[in-house]
T-cell receptor, first 113, second 113 residues
Framework: GEDVEQSLFLSVREGDSSVINCTYTDSSSTYLYWYKQEPGAGLQLLTYIFSNMDMKQDQRLTVLLNKKDKHLSLRIADTQTGDSAIYFCAESLYTGTASKLTFGTGTRLQVTL | EPEVTQTPSHQVTQMGQEVILRCVPISNHLYFYWYRQILGQKVEFLVSFYNNEISEKSEIFDDQFSVERPDGSNFTLKIRSTKLEDSAMYFC???????????FGDGTRLSIL
């Protein structure tokens, strides 16, 4: 079955880069996603990458995908205190009618001054 | 920016009672989903819905659960006879197409007493 794994916690200093890692198991994933969850809030779609790409950049965010190793990473440049949140990696499996997302446990990013 | 809205934000219900969670998906989206997150656990897929019928459902989505699109804007999740283990955050999501990114609402926290 599908499984997505992430480390639970990451602490970085303001201004540094953060790198959050994720591994997944299903090679038939169509898209891979990063969602952000702030305290008491919902899941905000941050960025996503199609499975036939290996990199996507969107302002301060860089997503790297190593399909051979089934490894996904999210790099946040110049991390700010407002980036403190839980970051979820998710793989999307398209069943022909709709997609089903399988989420990781989430990585709590703590940004210190 | 269009968003998915969910009501109520918090629902407290006695065990054995029926509960209906409501969602208004993004207006031009055609695919709708429910996920849940038990405290401290991963976000789990429950069901996907398209063209007025269920596309896929997980093992969690048993006979106690049902979904409906009662009118052109609302999408509901009903739990017929709630159990203590139904306590969780329930997230609604929608997407324009079955293989497009899913956008989530802020969730409904369901507490069963």
């Amino acid at each position: 079955g599908e499984d997505v794994e992430q480390s639970l916690f990451l602490s970085v200093r303001e201004g540094d880069s953060s790198v959050i890692n994720c591994t997944y198991t299903d090679s038939s994933s169509t898209y891979l996603y990063w969602y952000k969850q702030e305290p008491g809030a919902g899941l905000q779609l941050l960025t996503y990458i199609f499975s036939n790409m290996d990199m996507k950049q969107d302002q301060r965010l860089t997503v790297l995908l190593n399909k051979k190793d089934k490894h996904l990473s999210l790099r946040i440049a110049d991390t700010q205190t407002g980036d403190s949140a839980i970051y979820f990696c998710a793989e999307s499996l398209y069943t022909g009618t709709a997609s089903k997302l399988t989420f990781g446990t989430g990585t709590r990013l703590q940004v210190t001054l | 920016e269009p968003e998915v809205t969910q009501t109520p934000s918090h629902q407290v219900t006695q065990m054995g009672q029926e509960v209906i969670l409501r969602c208004v998906p993004i207006s031009n989206h055609l695919y709708f989903y429910w996920y849940r997150q038990i405290l401290g656990q991963k976000v789990e897929f429950l069901v996907s819905f398209y063209n007025n019928e269920i596309s896929e459902k997980s093992e969690i989505f048993d006979d106690q659960f049902s979904v409906e699109r009662p009118d052109g804007s609302n999408f509901t999740l009903k739990i017929r006879s709630t159990k203590l283990e139904d306590s969780a955050m329930y997230f609604c999501a929608s997407s324009a197409d079955g293989n497009q990114p899913q956008h989530f609402g802020d969730g409904t926290r369901l507490s069963i007493l």
